[in-house]
């Protein structure tokens, strides 16, 4: 595997540079250190890389299944043989501590893991006829050449989500990651080609102009499907301009998930459940626990056992050994976060752990944020209603059922949501009201490939993962064949008795 310092765009057969030689840096988000460059890609490269894509379509949707799937499990493989490299390209842009990194490549992995197999359950169906001499057959085929559009937060596994099932579709990609993690991408792509993806079923174009990027692929009849993962605002504009060509989409938006945990929680595991959930990645993943909701009656041993457990929690770079919380993404993320707390705490919040400064030792200039746990946190706050995407534990007391699924769907987001409780039967009776796409119960790490993952509301809609997420490549058309009960001279069968 080449060094991370040498990245080129993908198109075709060819690594190669932008047309203009522009490059821009990638940097460390613990450091400021630049640890790479990509191509600055212009418009004239995204539309080489569509002509790519496009002459490798039909090869590709030709390919038998099998061999489709056998390509996908030789690249998980060997994501998983470079799994320790590649974590070290993830930790570098990213920030993620490593051991984080390592487990992102493996999940990664399994995307292509599953859709190999998803290649092979691609069916049509047999429809019952609406007439004698007719037969209706279904048939499912990729839908031709996508694009993809993946972000910082998870550079390796948002790729595979988006990549495998179009690869197992039959369908060419170009893929488009941020700008802030492109090497990341560049290691995924080499590991497909290494298993034998033929030239311009994947291409990758890197550019420091995502929206430039996202007009020229919106503006070509030949895109028919693309994916998204990012903020809503741009999610919308990427709907609005999908009109013009009806392009498909799928589009995994922003998230503000509620995490409730009952009285009758075993509260040893709720406390698990919610470290996992919220500071994971720093609190960088749109699924991240964003607003506690405790019950009264355990609220001041919960609070006292997630500080203990959050002031224990280790920040620094990701590359050092024993780091649970890394560097934040960049310096608009870090002010994002220290404004929400300063604003809870101006409002009345109270500030159990942490807190707006930078943690000692990290200076005020870095990508650091103290882990935080705000306590007494209100609806009016801004923590309460906007995604904070940082180490922040906010924490409201409600004291029925009723009232905290009121609470809980108080937003314009669904993606995500949590109920810790002793009680099976409301695994049901609150799942059924929470207006979330996915709901981990007694689980704050609900994520698989084998589930169909995406958001309701605001949070965007199609699904990415399970059966679900091939069928979001695959167009359905219908075949009425007629002319199936006649004779060998061509005559129609007789009606009637014979």
Known sequence: MSGIDDGLLLIGPDWRGAESGARFDVRDPATGAVVGSMPDAAPEDVRAAMDA???????WRQSIAKDRARLLLRAADLLRERSEAIADVITSEQGKPKPEAVGEVHYA?????????????????????AAPDKRTLVLRRGVGVTAAITPW??????ITRKLGPAIAAGCTSIAKPAEETPLTAVEVCRALLDAGLPPGVVNLVTSSKPAMVADVLMQDPR??????????????????????????LSLELGGHAPFIV?????????????????????????????????????????????????????????????????????????????????????????VVV???APPDGLGSDGGFCAPTVLDGVTSDMRIATEETFGPVAAVTIFDHEDEVVELANGTEFGLAAYVQSGDYARVFRVAERLDFGVIGFNDG????????FGG???????????????????????????GVHRGSDGAPPARGRG
């Open 53 to 59: 894509a496009d002459r490798a379509l039909e090869p």
């Open 109 to 129: 992995a399994s995307f292509l893991d599953w859709f190999a197999g998803e290649a092979e359950r691609v069916y049509g169906e047999l429809v019952p006829p």
């Open 153 to 158: 937060n998870f550079p390796a596994a948002m």
């Open 223 to 248: 895109v028919r499907k693309l994916s998204f993962t990012g903020s809503t605002a741009v999610g919308k504009s990427l709907i609005r301009r999908s009109a013009e060509t009806v392009t498909r």
């Open 262 to 350: 009952f009285d009758d929680a075993d509260l040893e595991a709720a406390l698990d459940q919610v470290m996992a959930s919220k500071f994971r990645n720093a609190g960088q993943t749109c699924i991240c626990a964003n607003r506690i909701f405790v019950q009264r009656s355990i609220h001041e041993e919960f609070v006292a056992g997630l500080a203990s457990r959050t002031a224990a929690l280790v920040v620094g770079p990701g590359s050092v050994p024993g780091v649970d919380i890394g560097p934040l993404i960049n310096a608009d993320a870090v002010r994002k976060v220290r404004d929400h707390v300063e604003d809870a705490v101006r409002a009345g919040a109270r």
């Open 354 to 356: 942490g807190g707006p």
């Open 445 to 452: 790490a609900p994520s698989s490939p084998a589930a169909p």
């Open 456 to 482: 309701v509301k605001q949070s965007g809609y199609g699904r990415e993962g399970g059966a679900a997420g091939i069928d979001e490549y695959l167009e359905v058309k219908y075949v009425s064949v007629g």
